[in-house]
């Protein structure tokens, strides 16, 4: 199996190099609206939303960031096949503009646009953030009423593009490949996630713009997703691409993926991650694999037997959907003209190794997959 990972530097208002209906899933976490860190990034976008923060006119600069944003789902909703599933990590933002403190609700303005496009919401997941603070509340301190809760959470709102779900043909093989284990769509499949660790992401000897503009979603938040969501070959779109945190996760998944990217700069931290990929997708797997047999193990210690085995590997499976399970690691990594190219083969358990243990890799992915 063989996947393709583009990249365009540019503004994703326009996704030209994309035909109509040309993706299946959309995994992406746009900038905050109302987020500090966001301001000058929109404000080159247009003008008028410093204007509206100098002036303390906090909604309207909200929604005039919303209307930058609205741009890119425009676009989503042209690119994406019927069927096909738009997830969007977005938090919410608490500013104090012009002596009001407020919260700005980014995940209902998206929902709210999303749902006149046509899209259908489906339940949403929350993912807990760890904090580093030990104040869980601001505002007053001690002293009731004029406290506030701190925001501890992001929303991963999830969109079907119309009313019916993607079409397969009966027994199509790659859906039954893709499929994930039992134990996992439990945990997955989940609306609340906790235990993700949702850190700014570190990158060694980059600029303060780079370092400043870094705050991209962990891995396992991509990959949940990919796996959730797409079947092998599917293509998986991010239009706010940043370090490539949703390409790294649609190589490791063997699924395509295309990324844009206001700024060239962060490809050069993408080169890096990817020339540890291979450690990484080997790592992932072998993981997934371990805490299976695991779960197996734990189930028959409880006195509960297995009616299936997967057709695959040497162990039970708790549903018939579960046999054909095929999981896949990457061989070859060559860079092509616009990103690269990757070589997969399926996974086999004589591969199996320790995965929190070796290379860069493989220790990364025990921060991420424990």
Same mark, same amino acid.
């Given at each position: ?75 989503? !909703? ?25 919260? @700005? ?121 990919? !796996? ?83 057709? !695959? ?33 399926? @996974? !086999? ?22």
């Amino acid at each position: 199996m063989e996947t393709a990972h583009d990249v365009f530097i540019g503004n994703s208002n326009s996704l030209s190099e994309i035909d109509d209906d040309g993706v299946e899933l959309v995994v992406t976490s746009p900038p905050y609206p109302m987020i500090e860190m966001w301001d000058g990034l929109f404000a080159s976008l247009n003008s008028d939303i410093d204007t509206a923060l100098d002036e303390g006119e906090g909604r309207k600069a909200f929604e005039l960031m919303h209307e930058e944003l609205n741009k890119t789902w425009d676009e989503v !909703n042209r690119v994406l096949v019927d069927g096909g599933i738009a997830c969007i990590n977005i938090g919410d933002a608490t500013r104090k503009v012009d002596d009001s403190f407020r919260v @700005y609700q980014n995940h209902a303005h998206i929902t709210e646009y999303f749902d006149n496009l046509g899209f259908e919401p489906l339940p949403d997941i929350l993912w807990r953030k760890p904090t580093n603070s030990a104040a869980k509340f601001m505002g007053s301190g001690m002293m009731p009423p004029n406290a506030y809760a701190t925001l501890e959470h992001e929303y991963l709102l999830i969109f079907r593009n119309g009313k019916q779900s993607r079409k397969f043909p009966s027994g199509n093989d790659v859906r039954y490949e893709s499929a994930y284990f039992w134990e996992e769509r439990n945990e997955w499949f989940s609306d609340v996630w906790e235990g993700i660790k949702g850190t700014f992401q570190e990158i060694e000897n980059a600029d303060k713009e780079l370092r400043d503009r870094s705050a991209a979603y962990p891995l396992e938040v991509p990959y949940r997703l990919i !796996n959730m969501y797409s079947v092998y070959g599917d293509t998986v779109l991010d239009p706010f691409w940043g370090t490539g945190t949703t390409s790294l996760a649609s190589m490791i998944a063997g699924r395509n993926s295309v990324g844009y990217e206001i700024q060239e700069k962060f490809t050069e931290v993408f080169d890096a991650e990817v020339s540890e990929v291979k450690d990484l997708a080997h790592a992932t797997v072998s993981k997934r694999i371990q805490r299976h047999e695991e779960f197996v193990e734990q189930r028959l210690e409880d006195g509960k037997d297995f009616k299936y085995d997967a057709e !695959n590997y040497d162990f039970p499976v708790t549903t018939k959907q579960e046999k054909p399970l095929q999981l896949y690691t990457i061989d070859g990594v060559e860079q092509t003209e616009t990103g690269y190219s990757i070589t997969h083969s399926a @996974y !086999n358990e004589s591969d199996s190794i320790n995965p929190d243990s070796g290379t860069q890799g493989q220790a990364t992915l025990g921060s991420q997959f424990q």
